[in-house]
C-alpha cells in the first residue's frame, strides 16, 4: 500500500519544469488532489534558495547530499544545501526503514537528448510496474535503472521507501519549454493515477510488459592531461544527441580542440555499451562526459 507520496521539483534550482509544476499544484491543488485519493500527496520545492537564484545550487549540489553519513554528522553544517537536506529529511524521512513517505517522484531536467527518462534505484514492484505502463504510453520514455546501497546513496529520493528521479530533456537548464512542461505535468499525473490503480491491487494484475532497462554501468570522464588540468576534447559531434544508441569498439567518442578524433575503446569484457546523459551541462564540474549503460530486456 502506498500512503504518502511527495512530488519534488527545484531539487536542482534551475531545472525549471519540475519547479514550475510544484509551484503551479501548490497554487492549484485541485490539479493533482484526486488522481489518487487513498494516499496524502504532498508537493515540496526541494531547494527554493537555488531556485530564487535560477541555480543548480547555491553551496553543494542538494542532490548529493542525502547519504546517511550527511544526514548524521553531528555538527551543524555551514552549508545551505546539507542544512536543507536535514530539513527535508526531518519532514519526509527520517531515511531507512521508519521513513514517513511510501514514494518520491522527484523531477528534473537535463539538457542531454534522455527524453522522459524514468530512473529506479531498486527494484520496487510498484515504480517498476508503473514506468514499465509509461513506457507504452509514452513513445520517448525510458528506463534507468541505477543501483546503489541505498543508506549511501546521496539523492533526495532515497529519503522514501521508493523513488523515480524523472529526467527530462534536452531542456536547456535555467529555461522552460511549454511542450516538455505539458507532457511532464501528464506523466507525473500519470504516477498518480496508477499509485491509485496499485492500492486498489489492479496494477499488480496487468500482464507483464516488456521493457529495455538501461542498467548503470560506469561513468566516462573527458579527456584531461596527466594530473589534471582543463579537459582536452569535446564530444564527438557524430555522438552528442545520440543517447541509448549502441557505443562499439573503434566509435568516435571525443574530437579534440585540433580537429583529432578520440575513438571508444570498447570495454575490456567486449560487452554492449549505451551511454546516456552524453554532454549534460551540469556534469561537467563532476567530470562526467556521459554514463555508460548495458541494456538488457524484461518483463516487468
Ligand atoms: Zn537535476
Known sequence: MINTIVIAGGTHGNERTGVSLVEKWKAHPECYNTLCKSATVDVVLANPEAVRLNRRYCDHDLNRAFAQTCLDMSVEPAQYEFRRARELNKIYGPKGENTRTDLILDVHNT??????????????????????VLTQE???AWIYYQPEERSASPYFGTVAKADVCIEIGPQQHGTLNAAIFERSEKLVKRYLELAE????????????????VYTQLRDLGYPKPQGGGAIQAMIHPELDGHDYRELRQGDKLFRTFDGK???????PDGRSVYPIFINEPAYYEKDIAMSLTVKTVEEW
Open 111 to 132: 539538457g542531454s537528448n534522455m527524453g522522459y527518462c524514468l530512473i529506479l534505484s531498486t527494484r520496487d514492484p510498484f515504480t517498476m510496474k508503473a514506468s514499465a
Open 138 to 140: 509514452f513513445e520517448d
Open 197 to 212: 490503480e496499485w492500492n486498489r491491487g489492479e496494477l499488480q494484475k496487468r500482464a507483464p510488459i516488456k521493457v529495455e
Open 261 to 267: 578524433d578520440i575513438l571508444f575503446d570498447g570495454e
